[in-house]
């Protein structure tokens, strides 16, 4: 019997969303492309206003383990790992694929340092890598990035190989076991966030594997918020969950950084998790939070290369206060008009022919 015979439609067919957890979904997406432009403007982060907006990175993680096991526990088993594989590439990659275009684009044709006099094999070489989401980070003009092309691949790479450990392990693990590992992830954030004094980590060479420890904890935390039923109904809605969300992105920088940041990530954004899939959304708000979630995915993977050229604007132009402002906000604009045209003429239709060919 074959695999199409074998799978009934039902499994491949996406469970009900939690609509305010993807509204937050977007406003996390902002915040990391707001943080972007932001970082190169204040080099010391303790004057950026949005200093901790790469802790949206994070509560990415903790929601990605909460709403994959809300979807897949209760049919891995029936559906297999091959058919789970497939859902996991149709969802993700066809994103991971135009960031890497992207990316090489905006490295040839930035309009204030182009990318020319390189080696023709190496830049090949890197852009095979980003299609196929493997860290190689050789180039030393993007700070060793892991994936120079499209920085925020990291964290895919990450998502990649905790969507591999559920797969294999961690549907299989009991609540218990399933506690015990959260615990040991949660000393392992407490030591990488001290001994690096924050929890940037996981986009360089240099701290590769923080960010390996980063979705280790988040991921494993929403996995048993969702298996321990722990949802807080609240009348906070979109709105008030959302202003929750963004005071930890914009929360005054300190020397206790490596301990306010673990807090942050032990604590907040997993209660956050539990508020935003127990919250009572109005009608006003669900086409805002549908649309926010939507978005940000495309948001979140295309935006780099035209971080890149900012960034090379910013140090070749120096532009004043005023001209910056309107720039970084004219900017930002743009990449969420962007990303809502790479959604749906890219990656909606190209999601669509996958899953019919699928079928």
């Not at 971080?307 to 906000?329: C, H, M, Q």
Request: charge should be positive; aromatic fraction near 16%.
């Amino acid at each position: 019997m074959s695999t199409e015979e074998k799978i009934s439609p039902d499994l491949l067919r996406s469970k009900q969303h939690f609509d305010i957890l993807d509204g937050l979904r977007g406003v996390a997406a902002l915040a990391v492309v707001i943080f972007h432009f932001m970082e190169w403007v204040f080099t010391d982060p303790a004057k950026n206003f949005i200093g901790h907006g790469f802790l949206a990175v994070d509560f990415f993680f903790c929601l990605s383990g909460f709403v994959i096991g809300y979807a897949y526990d209760n049919r891995i088993g029936k559906m297999g790992v091959k058919e789970f594989f497939k859902s996991r590439l149709i969802r993700l990659h066809p994103l991971v694929a135009l960031g890497a275009v992207l990316g090489l684009l905006g490295f040839f044709l930035d309009p204030f340092t182009p990318g020319t006099g390189h080696d023709a094999g190496k830049l090949a070489l890197l852009l095979v890598s980003a299609f196929l989401l493997i860290p190689l980070p050789i180039m030393e003009e993007r700070f060793f990035n892991n994936f120079a092309f499209n920085a925020p691949a990291w964290s895919l790479f990450w998502e990649y190989v905790a969507n591999l450990v559920y797969a294999f392990v961690l549907y299989k693990v009991g609540r218990r076991s399933l506690t015990l590992l959260t615990i040991l992830a949660a000393a392992g954030i407490l030591f990488v966030s001290y001994r690096a004094g924050n929890l940037l980590g996981g986009w360089s060479k240099d701290n590769f594997f923080d960010g390996g420890v980063r979705v280790a904890y988040s991921f494993l935390a929403g996995l048993l918020i969702y298996r321990s039923n722990w949802i807080i109904k609240n009348k906070l809605g979109f709105v008030g969950l959302s202003v929750l969300l963004f005071l930890a992105f914009i929360m005054p920088s300190s020397k206790w950084n490596w301990l306010t940041e673990a807090l942050i990530v032990l604590f907040y954004f997993p209660l956050l998790v539990s508020l935003g899939a127990g919250s009572i959304l109005s009608s006003q708000w669900k086409k805002v939070c549908r649309f926010a979630g939507n978005i940000s995915y495309p948001l979140y993977m295309t935006h780099y290369a035209f971080i890149w050229i900012f960034g090379n604007y910013l140090s070749t132009r120096k532009p004043a206060a005023d001209e910056l402002t309107i720039v970084i906000i004219a900017g930002v604009i743009f990449l969420v008009i962007f990303a809502y045209g790479a959604m749906v003429l890219y990656d909606i239709p190209v999601r669509r022919y996958l899953a019919k060919k699928r079928r």
